[in-house]
């Protein structure tokens, strides 16, 4: 029964190198945006230094406990990327972002890292400091999957999933399932707990992107309706001087229905110009104003 529960927890650990791998890289989209622009508007680099924190924590648990091969090699890449995506986004950020960003550095994996180390290294022996390291890799790995709500609060105020990697929350999502299934698997609560909330808030951001996504979409086509207002016909009386009518919207979407219904043939319109007949019999047409097509 061991053995079985061995095999599937290595499965699980590859499908989650595997997965976690791709989350990894799923950022790569929003760094070729910021390169395309030139400038990290709108992006912050909160998610991707705590990434990176989090991932040199995972690395010094596995080297105080056994059989972690598989974390080791994925938070080893994940220190690798990290550290590249930081790198990108101080080379492309704004003054103050940048300034922001280095403080974070300094204070979470230089200051941070370093007195996490130094403590567990003096005040704990043996199995007493892999369990404290465990707790706060614990805590920290919450952090990783709570750090994204920043964008998830700016989706809200602006109403725009412009700025919220959809990938990445499905990633994270799939992520979340391979490794607590994994921790459950090898009996290591600090490698299953967090990723039960991962889950949670990997669905809630997803559910997020769709509903403001449509609503989005929803506000562009509103946007366009004008434009469709084109080579419409306005009716001039070259005999009357009264203003038409001011139009109002809902008299311009009849408008373009209208328009649309004799386009497709759905209405035939007979043309009547100069007091001419109009092809119906005893239907004379005195004083008719004259048709002409406005260009947009």
């Known amino acids: 029964m061991a053995a079985i529960s061995g095999h599937w927890a290595f499965a699980f650990g590859v499908l989650g190198n595997i997965v976690s791998f791709i989350v990894f890289l799923s950022p790569l989209p929003t760094f070729y945006k910021i390169y395309k622009k030139k400038s990290t508007e709108g992006y912050q680099s909160i998610p991707y230094v705590v990434a990176l924190f989090s991932s040199m924590l995972w690395i010094y648990y596995a080297f105080l406990k056994t059989n972690t091969t598989l974390i080791i090699t994925i938070n080893s890449f994940g220190c690798f990327i990290e550290t590249i995506y930081v790198g990108f986004y101080l080379f492309y950020a704004p003054k103050k972002a940048r300034v922001q960003t280095v403080k974070m550095l300094l204070l979470s994996v230089v200051g941070g890292f370093g007195v996490i180390v130094l403590v567990t290294q003096f005040l704990f022996k043996g199995a007493a400091r892999g369990q404290a390291v465990g707790w706060i890799c614990l805590v920290f790995s919450l952090c990783v999957f709570v750090a994204p709500l920043g964008i998830v609060r700016q989706v809200i105020k602006t109403k725009s999933v412009e700025y919220m990697p959809l990938l990445l929350s499905v990633f994270l999502t799939l992520s979340a399932v391979m490794w607590f ?94 007091n001419s007949t109009c092809g119906v019999e005893a239907a004379k047409v005195e004083n008719m104003p004259k048709l002409q097509t406005a260009e947009a």
């Open 181 to 274: 299934f994994y921790g459950l698997l090898v009996k290591d609560i600090n490698i299953a707990i967090p990723n039960v909330l991962g889950f949670i808030l990997g669905i809630f951001q997803m559910v997020l992107y769709i509903i403001y996504n449509k609503k989005e979409k929803a506000n562009l086509k509103e946007q366009k309706l004008p434009e469709k207002i084109q080579n419409h016909v306005i009716i001039v009386d070259e005999n009357n001087s009264q203003k038409l009518p001011e139009l109002t919207e809902e008299r311009i979407i009849d408008i373009v229905k209208l328009g649309s219904l004799i386009s497709s043939g759905k209405i035939h319109v007979a043309s009547c110009l100069h």
